[in-house]
């Protein structure tokens, strides 16, 4: 148990880092350790716990929000077009265009999504 003890001190002061060490002996009786202290590392933790649960829920309530003001997609959009009914060549081309415009936005924007994603990691 001291070794524990003697371990995580030397962690402690050597890494700079705040340690928090939680033990139950055979009878079952809690014993703790902390540097500062047990009790304001565990609040610590809290408190980032408790900060990335808000900021969870506020994404979440920003996607239902988001979610909900699109609304729903109109029947006769363009791209629910069954392609079996289309016979006019010119209108498969022109379906054709869109189709591909549509793919290359997404490819666009999945891309620079992407970009700012790994910008965001690396400024981390």
């Not at 402690?12 to 540097?35: H, I, M, Q, R, W």
């Not at 959009?77 to 997404?106: H, I, S, T």
Request: glycine share 6%; charged share 30%.
């Amino acid at each position: 148990k001291n070794g524990i003890y003697t371990k995580l001190c030397e962690l402690s002061v050597l890494c700079d880092v705040n340690v928090a060490f939680l033990e139950y002996t055979g009878p079952g009786k809690p014993s703790t350790f902390g540097s500062p202290s047990f009790h304001a590392v565990i609040q610590e933790l809290c408190k980032l716990y408790n900060n990335m649960m808000d900021g969870a829920r506020a994404e979440e309530a920003k996607a239902t929000e988001a979610a909900a003001s699109v609304g729903p997609l109109p029947e006769d959009a363009w791209w629910k077009v069954p392609l079996e009914e289309v016979k006019d060549q010119e209108e498969m081309k022109q379906l054709l265009e869109r189709f591909e415009g549509l793919y290359e936005k997404l490819c666009y924007g999945l891309a620079a999504r992407s970009e700012r994603n790994d910008t965001a990691e690396n400024d981390k």
